[in-house]
């Protein structure tokens, strides 16, 4: 099984600059990603709770705007957005067309709102698309928090779980009680991803980490960004 590799920097970049890269940074970064041949690209939110948007800004109203502002590539790099689930309403998600360059959504929540959550993962599935499951901040579920969350996931069977280190604040020990939590108890089929952030200057090293420990039989999905750009956020 493979370790690929998630550029996450037009979306989690965007709590720098409120997303706005302006459009020639946005189709920079899609261009040279597409060349690159990254495995995965998300560029940018799905949200319905601001007002107007922008071709400078790497967020989308809908499938359809996603499609009419990110540039054509024949490459082998398949496209991301993600719905956090209080900040799109999901009855504006179109139902997935096979032709779109968008099939895969990745979806966020909160611990106490994990339940909206996942009826929302659910949704996200129901319309045809692939869908990761990232709850925010796993590292402050307790162990059983974590095993009943993958349970729940497990009943899904959505493309992939993501370990998110919302707060950087994950250091090795957590890694691997977490990483062995969900990788004994997930279904097998389910790629296990990782997002970390550097307030403790350790997302490489874990990193590393999770490469040395990994199950050979399931793939794994790093996010990345470019010069950094998601590493930091405010504890």
Sequence with gaps: MKVKLLDCTLRD?????????????IDGIVN??????????????????IDSFSPDVAIFSSIADAESKIPN????????????EDQFDITKLEQCDKNSKFQIIRVS?????KEQGLVFCKKVIDKGYQCCI?????????DLEILE?????NELNPMAFTIVDTFGSLQKRDLNRIYYLVENNLNKDISIGLHLHEN???????????LSIKNPCRDVII?????????????
């Design 149 to 153: 969350i993958v349970q729940r996931v």
């Design 32 to 49: 040279k990603m597409y060349h690159s041949n990254v495995d995965y690209l998300e560029v940018g939110f799905l949200r319905t709770d």
């Design 200 to 210: 403790l200057s350790l997302a490489f090293s874990l990193g590393q980490e999770i």
């Design 73 to 84: 590539f024949n490459g082998t790099t398949k496209l991301v957005l993600m719905a956090q």
């Design 223 to 235: 996010d990345g960004s470019l010069y950094g750009m998601v590493e930091f956020r405010e504890i």
């Design 109 to 113: 929540f909160h611990d106490y709102d």
């Design 134 to 142: 990232n709850p925010i901040n796993l590292p402050g579920y307790t």
């Design 13 to 25: 970049g965007g709590h720098i600059n409120k997303s706005l890269f302006g459009k020639k940074v």
